[in-house]
């Protein structure tokens, strides 16, 4: 177990510490998930945070002793290892929506590029769930680049979260718009799990960021509204591209999710397109 010795501990700290430091678990390709807890593998957290992101200014790294505080005080840092080198991390913290309620929120979670295509963005999200519901959580929170359709399609399809709001400039500068999606850590049976599997109808690059919608193709009969999207753009490289497209999501997005509907999927499409599905839902959550 990698979590780290207290001294004096209160109640509230040694619950901290139960609830990060969960056992090594050790994978069939010899990789092991673990809680990131010292403060050295808060240093090697922020060099892989770094660049993967291509972040070369320093206050948009990561912090070692804001990590190692919220992993005691109701936060999450966990981490793939293949052998002593970190190959994936993710990290988040105790989040609280308008209306009051409890959630954990994801912050980030990244994979070095040699080992992008293992699955390791799955296993990292599940361990960090195994945190969040350690801590008492029920749902887990974060956002993502709404022009990243490898994102979405993991997100979305396989994760099985629902995108709830399309927030502008969430970083409070421009480039940085999110999609903030929520993810069930109940185990509840998922509402839109036939809608999940629907087929993207064919679209191209002359229909990227614009709503298309496919009328009475939902299992009850409603409309599926399809929002496509180039589904080649890259997290950390391609933060300035499609700029057209992106003003395209930013509309199309904002007007669907602050109508009672949710993102529950992103398929491929023709060669070089990725598609929203966008569907109505009975209630709207708050950010």
């Known amino acids: 177990m990698a979590s780290a010795a207290l001294t004096g501990s209160s109640d509230a700290e040694s619950h901290a510490c139960a609830s990060q430091g969960t056992p090594h678990q050790a994978q069939p390709d010899g990789l092991r998930v673990e809680p990131v807890t010292s ?73 070095d590029p040699a080992y992008q295509g293992k699955g390791l963005g799955r296993r ?54 999110r999609i903030l999606v929520e993810w069930d850590l109940t185990g509840a049976a998922d509402p839109y799990e036939q809608l999940r599997a629907l087929p993207a109808p064919d679209l191209d690059e002359a229909s990227w960021g614009h709503p298309v919608t496919s009328s009475g193709s939902l299992p009850n009969g409603g409309d599926a509204i399809w929002v496509p999207l180039p589904d080649s753009a890259v997290a950390g ?33 023709l060669p070089g397109t990725s598609a929203y599905l966008a569907v109505p839902s009975p209630q709207q959550e708050s950010a």
């Not at 320093?58 to 290892?81: D, T």
């Not at 195994?130 to 396989?158: C, I, Q, Y």
């Not at 490289?237 to 509907?261: C, F, G, K, M, N």
């Open 124 to 177: 990292i999200k599940l361990a960090q769930a195994e945190v969040a519901k350690g801590w008492g959580h029920h749902s887990m929170r974060w956002t993502f680049d709404p022009l990243l359709a490898r994102n979405a399609h993991f997100n979305f399809s396989s994760l099985r979260a629902d995108g709830l709001h399309y927030i502008h400039d969430y970083y409070g500068r421009p480039g940085t718009d």
């Open 39 to 111: 403060f050295d593998q808060f240093v090697a957290a922020d060099e892989l945070y770094s660049r993967v992101f291509g972040y070369n200014a320093r206050h948009l790294g990561l912090n070692a002793n804001l990590l190692g505080a919220m992993v005691r005080n109701g936060g999450s840092a966990v981490g793939v290892y293949d052998g002593a080198q970190l190959v994936a991390f993710a990290y988040g913290f105790t989040g609280t929506s308008a209306t009051g309620r409890i959630f954990h929120y994801s912050q980030a979670a990244v994979v």
């Open 237 to 269: 490289r391609d933060a300035a591209s499609y700029p057209e497209i992106r003003q395209r999501l930013r509309t199309t997005l904002t007007d669907l999710l602050e109508s009672r509907h949710r993102l529950v999927a992103c398929q491929r499409s």
